[in-house]
């Protein structure tokens, strides 16, 4: 405690160089136009713009695996869902969301979905021109006459009212076999 001075020196000091300092102009000019630019090197800143794309890269592979995770847990969820939904409506106790006769499990609708098939197979047998050659030997007539007519395509008029007869003989043939 006696050691140091106890008072702080409220005056200022100031001390003179004796030998003079002097730099070269290039000195000066390079310094102040350091001082001046906030511009980093070249080299600087393709290390910065590497390691900023480096964070980027590196948060973006962890958002896609956060959202793969967030993901899957949803799916497993829905799933988890839908399994006690059908066990619960398959079980005889219909659920307060689904009525009685609205009850389906994959199976129901799996057979429904075959049956729909069945229909649809057999709709596109019953649309095959081969079943009706009148109507493929007329439009050929009427494709061949435009092609030796370009020029003067009206004069494929007995070809089209042929094709639209035939066409309206097949329809009702069709309609005939639905009943």
Not at 78 to 95: H, Q, T
Not at 102 to 130: P, W
Request: hydrophobic share 35%; net charge negative.
């Amino acid at each position: 405690m006696g050691a140091g001075q106890s008072k702080a020196d409220t005056e200022e000091k100031v001390f003179y160089n004796e030998t003079p300092i002097q730099f070269s102009q290039d000195v000066v000019n390079h310094l102040s136009d350091r001082s001046m630019s906030a511009d980093t090197s070249p080299e600087r800143q393709s290390t910065l713009d590497a390691h900023v794309r480096a964070r980027i890269q590196a948060e973006l592979q962890h958002l896609r695996a956060e959202e793969e995770i967030v993901q899957k847990e949803i799916e497993l969820a829905l799933e988890r869902e839908n399994i006690d939904r059908e066990m619960s409506s398959a079980g005889g106790e219909p659920s307060d969301e689904v009525a009685e006769g609205d009850a389906k499990n994959s199976t129901t609708l799996m057979g429904d979905l075959e049956e729909i098939r069945t229909k649809v197979d057999r709709f596109q047998a019953r649309r095959q021109l081969s079943d009706y050659p009148a109507v493929k030997e007329s439009g050929e007539a009427v494709v061949l006459c435009y092609k030796q007519n370009p020029t003067a395509p009206l004069d494929c008029w007995r070809e089209v009212r042929e094709f639209n007869a035939s066409v309206a003989q097949a329809e009702s043939q069709h309609l005939a076999s639905l009943r």
